[in-house]
């Protein structure tokens, strides 16, 4: 359902942010949107993650909206009851033409549930990642199937996402071929840090290795023989392991217990988003987790060794930038140790790939969504 604005003219806009990962992608898309005059664009940060309008960048006055919640009581329920009521009251002054939600997050499937119970289209962007396993990632594969089977408007990253998409018998909305609107971001990030410093990814003869590690399937046995493998390399090989720690305490606490002191192991407070791009820039190989990280170590020509045993994200596979090793510490340490002996293959691996994007995902979506909007702009 849509509705006419007051003045027969605009079209309203909504984007539902939570995440840091969020708010990072979602930033070049809310700057193309918040600059298109026939759109009034509007975002509201659940709170899922704290401290999200910084990553925004620079936004016109009253266009980012934060939801308040009283922390003991947040919850999925409560996010979704309040969304809707939100975008079912006054908020922007009448319902919204489009919400937009991103990603695999609880606060884009309570966004897409408040936006389809308040009977306006959805957006999603990012649509059509799939593992192929609903454990893995968990909960997100479900979240994405859901989200994808509720949008009127399918950004896909990927010609293989579309794909995916187009088989799921759920999804009947509009399914476009656009980028990832990360690569847009990490590229203005990557020039902002190359700007400040020389990239380089030896620092006194020992080669940096960035790891992150935070997924809830890797929690407990996984996450040991992780950490067992890092130390393992620290020792024996010429390598530097920097890893900037969760904010999640569950995720950090087990890191800390384990690695904490460990020679050439360097456990970093969460850097903001332009220092970890330029810490990514400078690094000879990432041991991951993330799925953006994924994309973005490809974009950036590194070598992404993934430890998960599947991943969302094939066309990295498809590259040689990425490599699933798994969670099992003879399997990472083996695969380390190669690219370390083998410069041939590393080679192979450090070739920058544009599969997720080539920069300019945001125009593209802010196209589409002018495209869809139109003939609704001139009825009124």
């Not at 949107?33 to 936004?59: F, S």
């Not at 308040?68 to 409560?78: E, G, H, I, L």
């Not at 909305?173 to 380089?200: C, H, Y």
Request: glycine share 8%.
């Amino acid at each position: 359902m849509s509705r006419v604005t007051d003045d027969g003219r605009l079209r309203r806009v909504v984007s539902i942010v939570g995440t840091r990962p969020e708010a990072i992608k979602m930033a070049p898309l809310s700057r193309v949107l918040a600059a298109r005059p026939h759109i009034e664009h509007k975002v509201v940060l659940t709170g899922q993650h704290k401290a999200l309008a910084p990553l925004l960048g620079d936004l016109p006055e009253g266009v980012v909206r934060e939801l308040v919640f009283d922390p003991v009581k947040r919850s999925a329920a409560r996010l979704r009851e309040a969304l809707h009521g939100l975008l079912c009251g006054t908020f922007a002054g009448a319902l919204a033409d489009l919400v937009l939600v991103h990603g695999d997050t609880s606060t884009a499937l309570a966004g897409a549930f408040a936006a389809r119970d308040c009977g306006i289209p959805i957006g999603h962007v990012e649509a059509g990642l799939r593992s192929g396993d609903l454990k893995q990632p968990w909960p997100e594969e479900g979240y994405r199937v859901v989200i994808d089977a509720l949008s009127e408007l399918l950004f896909a990253p990927t010609e293989a996402a579309a794909d995916n998409l187009r088989r799921e018998s759920r999804v009947q909305g509009k399914i476009l071929v656009t980028g990832n609107t990360g690569i847009d971001a990490l590229f203005a990030a990557r020039g902002e840090a190359r700007a400040a410093g020389k990239s380089v990814h030896e620092t006194g003869g020992l080669k940096t290795i960035v790891v992150t590690c935070h997924r809830k399937e890797n929690q407990g046995a996984p996450l040991q023989a992780i950490c067992a493998a890092l130390k393992r390399l620290a020792l024996t090989e010429p390598v530097e392991i920097v890893l900037p720690l969760p904010v999640n305490r569950h995720a950090r606490r087990p890191l800390e217990e384990a690695l904490a002191g460990q020679p050439r192991i360097r456990l970093i407070e969460p850097l903001d988003y332009r220092d970890m791009v330029r810490l990514m820039d400078r690094s000879w190989l990432i041991l991951t987790d993330s799925g953006g990280l994924q994309e973005e170590g490809a974009a950036l020509g590194k070598p992404v060794f993934v430890l998960r045993s599947v991943t969302e994200r094939p066309e990295a596979v498809a590259t040689n930038n990425l490599l699933l090793v798994g969670t099992e510490e003879e399997g990472i340490v083996r695969a380390v140790s190669r690219l370390l002996r083998e410069p041939a293959h590393y080679e192979l691996m450090s070739r920058s790939s544009l599969a997720f994007g080539d920069g300019k995902a945001a125009p593209r979506i802010a196209d589409a969504i002018e495209r869809w909007l139109e003939p609704k702009r001139r009825r009124a």
